[in-house]
């Protein structure tokens, strides 16, 4: 009978025990990382925005989305001013706010900053997350669809991918509908970790984000009016270019190289000087067992890459000469440009090597990775100063 009384009085001091622990690290953990999903929702609310866009007649273009980085700043898609002329920014509180320029444009990313002026009283910017999100994690987008201002969606991180020669991209199962495109990708912290901007037509739930971390890496210029930028777009011969390139890396993101491969040939036919589109070329074609068709898209991606580092006045025919090398480095070429097996180098030289097709075979993934920097931000963030012409969000859903 005691060892039973003994046994109810232990149990019972446990569970106070485990009670006031439970209550102990609830009342420590930080009040914001425990938001009810209303409540997140009504803190972030008042930063996202609708962007409405018209044409040099002064009629109605498109409709997207957009959220404020700062109190004079706006990020969206590139896609979503596409072709305007002219701009608005409308808030949750209904204030109309003029776009007075494009500060930078990440054309490859579909990302663009806008300039706004609005009184700061009014203006909630967003914090920017710049590390990866976690797979699982709880996010929520507010954006615009079919017009549905302040519309709400949540779901979770399915999968942080990264795609040759782009970088990372943020697949997510939130749903996205046309408007949505510049939505803001926040986490349960009311951070963004990314821009809402593709969707898999067909597929369920698979929708995409760029990581906020390429808003951050977005170098600012001298504001140009969306009527300049129509124009600049509209003499760069890499604008066609890019509207294929975005096609392909919306099925290269679900791994198929199969419907990929067409669009980025499109996009090299387009643009001959686009390297990032040859190295996907090059990619799809190696998948796909295309081994000669891979090593002559992937060396000519090289070529362009090792002339945007020499200057193009350089003779870099061909990428085993041995100015290449040394204007590339010798290290660098060591690890990825020698395209042939191992690179015998010495003291002030770099010496040739074996050039068999397997040997440049062998090769290929590794150069694409040093060349073109996955996951890294050399030479494709660029100013709006020439900034290329992308067409819309993932499948080609516009706005």
């Known amino acids: 009978?005691?060892?039973?009384?003994?046994?109810?009085?232990?149990?019972?001091?446990?569970s106070a025990t485990v009670w006031i622990l439970v209550t102990f690290f609830a009342t420590v953990v930080p009040a914001h990382s425990q938001d009810a999903l209303p409540e997140l929702v009504r803190r972030i609310k008042p930063s996202a925005v609708a962007i409405v866009t018209f044409d040099n007649r002064g009629e109605s273009l498109s409709r997207g989305s957009g959220f404020f980085i700062e109190v004079d700043r706006v990020v969206t898609n590139r896609h979503v001013i596409e072709g305007a002329y002219r701009a608005e920014v409308h808030s949750s509180t209904g204030n109309v706010y003029p776009v007075k320029g494009v500060l930078a444009v990440d054309a490859e990313g579909d990302v663009a900053l806008l300039r706004i002026e609005a009184p700061p009283n009014l203006v909630r910017p967003l914090s920017l997350e710049r590390t990866s999100p976690q797979e699982g994690e709880s996010i929520v987008v507010i954006g615009n669809p079919f017009g549905l201002e302040g519309s709400v969606t949540n779901g979770i991180v399915s999968a942080v991918r990264d795609i040759p020669t782009f970088g990372r991209i943020i697949q997510i199962t939130a749903p996205i509908s046309p408007g949505s495109s510049g939505s803001p990708?926040?986490?349960m912290r009311g951070q963004v970790i990314g821009v809402a901007t593709l969707q898999i037509t067909g597929g369920q739930s698979i929708n995409f984000a760029i990581p906020s971390e390429r808003i951050s890496q977005l170098q600012t210029g001298t504001a140009m009016s969306l009527a300049d930028l129509v124009v600049v777009a509209g003499r760069n011969k890499r604008a066609k270019a890019v509207q294929f390139f975005r096609d392909g890396l919306s099925f290269l993101s679900k791994d198929d190289c199969e419907k990929a491969l067409p669009y980025f040939e499109k996009?090299?036919?387009?643009?001959?000087?686009?390297?990032?589109a040859w190295a996907q070329t090059g990619f799809c074609n190696e998948k796909l067992g295309h081994h000669t068709e891979a090593i002559e898209a992937s060396r000519k991606a090289k070529i362009l890459a090792l002339e945007e580092v020499c200057g193009s006045g350089r003779n870099l025919q061909?990428?085993?000469?041995?100015e290449a090398r040394r204007c590339w480095g010798a290290k660098q070429y060591g690890r990825s440009v020698a395209g042939t097996g191992q690179a015998k180098r010495s003291p002030g030289s770099v010496q040739a090597s074996d050039s068999s097709e397997t040997g440049f075979r062998q090769s290929l993934f590794q150069s694409w990775k040093v060349l073109f920097g996955v996951g890294q931000s050399r030479g494709r963030h660029r100013t709006v100063q020439h900034p290329p012409k992308p067409r819309s969000g993932l499948g080609g859903e516009a706005g």
Do not use: F, G, Q
């Open 267 to 276: 996009a090299v036919e387009s643009d001959a000087n686009y390297a990032e």
């Open 318 to 322: 061909a990428v085993v000469s041995v």
């Open 185 to 187: 990708v926040v986490n």
């Open 1 to 14: 009978m005691k060892a039973v009384k003994k046994a109810s009085l232990d149990s019972k001091r446990t």
